[in-house]
């Protein structure tokens, strides 16, 4: 399995960046004009001081040197403007790269694994952590540039000046640092939590409105409510404590840092005293060291900044670096589409060892395999593995004679549909739900399908019929129906190789007639692989796999296993057992002749 190298930050961020390097560097290069264009108005505010401590201010030079440093204002706004503009789009592009690799990664990486992280964590991370890294990465390159390139400039024309005023100017840097180096003594440790701390919230936040139902029904003022209130206020005084607890250097380093003035102004008067500096030169000095202010204002803003482009580069690194499953290039002959599966091993992870124990089987092409068992035998697992949702760790699965590791997906995908009790329907109409077994099906072939699934009697029930999106439906859809829409899009898709995962869980007895029907359209003439927990629905298969602890216990046809499999005859027994409670309880015993 292929696995992503460790990078930093940045380096992340950058191979992000390839398809826009040059809007990058055009950011770059205005931002530069910019710092550039703001220098003007010190030279001309310089050039002013001069005229008037030489005592020739004449109105019409202070107006060509005012327009000059106005022109200069004008182009160091303009180019900011631009070069935001470039950062901004640069900054999308590489959110869009971002995005984009991510579900690229989730297609490949093995789908169990995708399946294992809740869809809200995935939002999370794919919709708003990537989203913090935004604004301040597109304003990182212009702003950055201005407020480091500015004060360098400055500070070495104060350097060219007099290189005493130039150090003066950095008096207060030491102080303020040491401020904000004691704020931020515990700054990475105080941010790891609040990072925790938001995730937690979030995760509870989450489960409280995935899990609303529940709590409703069941769990109101305690549980999961209790946990979400806990999680919500503990977050708030996490942030209040850390807030007060910085607020006070954070001001005091704020005033300090920034306050030039303290160093530039005593040393500036005794270098006039000394005559080494004019009047001029002074206030010049004064005004050029206020520049300095921006970047030390600027210095904890861009902490913050980049701990946040950290962390969530981090949480998408850890996508990124899920391990994928290879795939194979080239597409393969099969010969049929029979299913071997060769002394199989299969471990979810290491700490729970295998759940699949050297397991044999053979699915004869057309045939009707049924796989049964207690849970956690293993069944769905089985299913799984050869629709390649991970791969076998020892042993293989073949279809049609190739192991379906040499199958590229888009063919192995063409030849097994995939059908199991948790029917997504996507928010487009049930017409587009269903076309999506076969995107180039035509209107007529997609109706003709719903119908042989059973599906026009109920979408008739809806006022815009097969258009009728399925968020406008969703709440009024049973299981069954769902199901049936699954079922409509497998038999569009009308895949060689049927598996059924409990795919009859939610029959209620209006909808089974429906569903058995629509099965029986689906699977005609298919290799047919079902797992179903209730018996009465495979009896007619032509082999009966019983599993048992990762292991096959036996198989046969029903009779067979009944006469010769205690662990069968024991579930039968109490599979019967259940209908005739369930039919006697409902009293309508004659649904249930088995
Ligand atoms: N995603 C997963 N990660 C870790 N362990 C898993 C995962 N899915 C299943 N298991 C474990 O693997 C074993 C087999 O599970 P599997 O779902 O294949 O059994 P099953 O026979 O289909 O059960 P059921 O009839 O209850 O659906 C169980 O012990 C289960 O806890």
């Known amino acids: 399995m292929k696995k992503s190298k460790k990078k930093g930050t940045f380096t992340s961020v950058l191979s992000f960046a390839s398809e826009c390097r040059g809007k990058m560097i055009l950011s770059v290069f205005f931002a530069v004009i910019s710092v550039a264009g703001g220098l003007v108005p010190y030279l001309g505010v310089y050039e002013i001081i001069l005229l008037f401590f030489g005592g020739n201010a004449a109105p019409r030079t202070i107006l060509l ?26 900054a999308y592009r590489i959110l869009e790269s971002i995005r984009l690799e991510l579900s690229r990664k989730l297609m490949r990486a093995p789908l169990g694994n995708v399946l294992s992280q809740t869809a809200g964590n995935l939002k999370n991370i794919i919709m708003d952590r ?90 109101r003022s305690a549980g999961s409510y209790r946990k979400y209130e806990e999680a919500v206020k503990s977050f708030k005084e996490f942030t209040l404590d850390w807030f007060r607890s910085t607020w006070g250097l954070m001001n005091l380093g704020n005033a300090i840092l920034p306050a030039t003035m303290l160093g530039v102004l005593p040393v500036g008067i005794l270098l006039y005293l000394n005559g080494a500096l004019t009047p001029a030169q002074i206030t010049l000095a004064m005004i050029l060291s206020m520049s300095i202010i ?3 204002s600027w210095f904890t803003v861009a902490v913050n900044d980049f701990k946040s482009i950290q962390y969530a580069i981090g949480d998408v690194n850890e996508i990124l670096d899920m391990p994928e499953l290879p795939e194979a290039e080239e597409p393969v002959k099969l010969r049929g589409y029979d299913i071997q599966i060769q002394d199989i091993s299969f471990a979810y992870n290491d700490k729970h060892g295998d759940v699949l124990q050297e397991i044999s089987l053979t699915i004869p092409q057309g045939s009707f395999t049924a796989l049964v068992g207690p849970s956690g035998s293993g069944k769905s697992t089985v299913a799984r593995l050869i629709a390649r949702f991970w791969d076998v760790s020892k042993g293989y699965i ?34 587009e739900n269903i076309r999506l077994g076969n995107p180039a099906a035509s209107d007529e072939e997609v109706f003709a399908a719903g119908k042989a699934a059973c599906c026009d009697e109920f979408i008739g029930r809806f006022e815009k019929g097969w258009n009728t999106t399925a968020g406008e439906a969703g709440g009024r859809l049973s299981g069954g129906e769902r199901q049936r829409i699954a079922i409509a899009r497998a038999i569009l898709k009308n895949a060689p190789i049927v598996i059924l995962d409990e795919a009859t ?71 019967i057992g259940a209908k005739n409670w369930s039919a006697s309880s409902a009293g309508r015993e004659e649904l249930y002749h088995v």
């Open 65 to 90: 040197w005012s327009g000059v440093s106005a022109g200069g204002y004008v182009v160091k706004l303009l180019f900011h403007g631009i070069s935001t503009s470039f950062s901004h789009v640069s």
């Open 130 to 219: 990537v989203e913090t890294i935004e604004l301040p990465l597109a304003h990182m390159i212009p702003e950055g540039i201005s407020r480091l390139l500015l004060p360098v400039c400055v500070f070495g024309y104060m350097l060219f000046m007099d290189w005493r005023i130039a150090l003066a100017a950095l008096a207060c840097v030491p102080l303020g640092g040491a401020v904000y180096a004691v704020m931020m003594r515990s700054y990475g440790s105080q941010y790891d939590k609040y990072m925790k701390a938001s995730n937690h919230v979030n995760s509870v936040i989450i489960e409280y409105t995935e899990g609303i139902q529940v709590i409703k029904a069941f769990n």
């Open 294 to 296: 921006g970047p030390a």
């Open 398 to 431: 073949s279809i049609g004679g190739e192991d379906i590791r040499r199958i590229p997906f888009s063919q192995l995908s063409e030849a097994v549909s995939f059908v199991s009790q948790e029917n997504f329907l996507f928010n487009c109409s049930l017409m």
């Open 505 to 575: 869980a939610f029959t209620d007895p209006e909808n089974e007639a429906q569903l058995q029907a629509s099965i029986a359209a689906l699977t005609e003439g298919k290799t047919l692989l079902v797992i179903a927990h209730r018996l009465s629905t495979i009896k007619e298969a032509d082999n009966i796999i019983v599993l048992k602890d990762g292991r096959v216990e036996a198989q046969g046809k029903q009779q067979e296993l009944l006469n010769t499999c205690s662990l069968y005859k024991e579930m039968w027994k109490s599979h």
